[in-house]
T-cell receptor, first 119, second 109 residues
Framework: EAQVTQNPRYLITVTGKKLTVTCSQNMNHEYMSWYRQDPGLGLRQIYYSMNVEVTDKGDVPEGYKVSRKEKRNFPLILESPSPNQTSLYFC??????????????????FGPGTRLTVL | RKEVEQDPGPFNVPEGATVAFNCTYSNSASQSFFWYRQDCRKEPKLLMSVYSSGNEDGRFTAQLNRASQYISLLIRDSKLSDSATYLCVVIPNDYKLSFGAGTTVTVRA
C-alpha cells in the first residue's frame, strides 16, 4: 500500500530534550516536506527536500533540523524543543522534484500526523 | 498580507443545500491550485485540483479566477459526510506550498 508513515503519532516531552520524528514514504517520491498546523494559522511549511541531500527552509524553520540521507526517509529533529513548538506535525511527499508545474504531480500525500506537546 | 486567505466560516448548512466559498492568493505567478479536505485534525487529503477552465467532480465544482486571484469551491446537494475543513493550496513556481487556514463546513440533518 502506497503511504507516508510518521512516528511517533503522539509525544509529550519536556523543554530541551532532543527528539526526532521519523517520516517514511514508499512511493519513491522525490519531494518531501514537513508542516506544522496550529489553530487559525493553517499548515505552515517547516522544511522541504527536493532529493537526497537537498533540503531547504520553508516558512517556519527556526528550531528545527532535517536530513535526507535516503530517498524514502525525511526525519524532523528538534534539538532543544520549546513549548511554542507544541503543534500538530505532518510529513508529506510529492512525486515531482519541483511542485508548481500545474499538473497532477503537484499532489501532496500526507502522513497521519504527529501531535507533539512540549511542557 | 497572508499568501493564501480563506474565510474560516463556519458555514452551517442543511442537507441538500449548496454552499460555496473562496480562497484568495497574493502571488500572481502561482501555477497550481488545489482543494484539500481535512477531517478532525487528521491528515489533509486531496479533494480536487483546480484547472484554469474550471472543473467538476460529482457534486463539487472548482473555479479559478486569475484576474482577481481567487479560487472557489462549490458543493451541491450537501451531505452530512461533507462536514469537514476545506483547505486551499496554492503553489507558486518556487517549490514552496502555501496553505490557507481552512474553511469549516458543517452540514446538519
Amino acid at each position: 500500500e502506497a503511504q507516508v508513515t510518521q512516528n511517533p503519532r503522539y509525544l509529550i516531552t519536556v523543554t530541551g530534550k532532543k527528539l526526532t520524528v521519523t517520516c517514511s514514504q514508499n512511493m519513491n517520491h522525490e519531494y518531501m516536506s514537513w508542516y506544522r498546523q496550529d489553530p487559525g494559522l493553517g499548515l505552515r511549511q517547516i522544511y522541504y527536500s527536493m532529493n537526497v541531500e537537498v533540503t531547504d527552509k520553508g516558512d517556519v524553520p527556526e528550531g528545527y533540523k532535517v536530513s535526507r540521507k535516503e530517498k524514502r526517509n525525511f526525519p524532523l529533529i528538534l534539538e532543544s524543543p520549546s513549548p511554542n513548538q507544541t503543534s500538530l506535525y505532518f510529513c508529506a511527499s510529492n512525486p515531482t522534484i519541483a511542485p508548481g508545474q500545474g499538473d497532477s504531480t503537484d499532489t501532496q500525500y500526507f502522513g497521519p500526523g504527529t501531535r507533539l506537546t512540549v511542557l | 498580507r497572508k499568501e493564501v486567505e480563506q474565510d474560516p466560516g463556519p458555514f452551517n448548512v442543511p442537507e441538500g443545500a449548496t454552499v460555496a466559498f473562496n480562497c484568495t492568493y497574493s502571488n500572481s505567478a502561482s501555477q497550481s491550485f488545489f482543494w484539500y479536505r481535512q477531517d478532525c485534525r487528521k491528515e489533509p487529503k486531496l479533494l480536487m485540483s483546480v484547472y484554469s477552465s474550471g472543473n467538476e467532480d460529482g457534486r463539487f465544482t472548482a473555479q479559478l479566477n486569475r484576474a482577481s486571484q481567487y479560487i472557489s469551491l462549490l458543493i451541491r446537494d450537501s451531505k452530512l459526510s461533507d462536514s469537514a475543513t476545506y483547505l486551499c493550496v496554492v503553489i507558486p513556481n518556487d517549490y514552496k506550498l502555501s496553505f490557507g487556514a481552512g474553511t469549516t463546513v458543517t452540514v446538519r440533518a
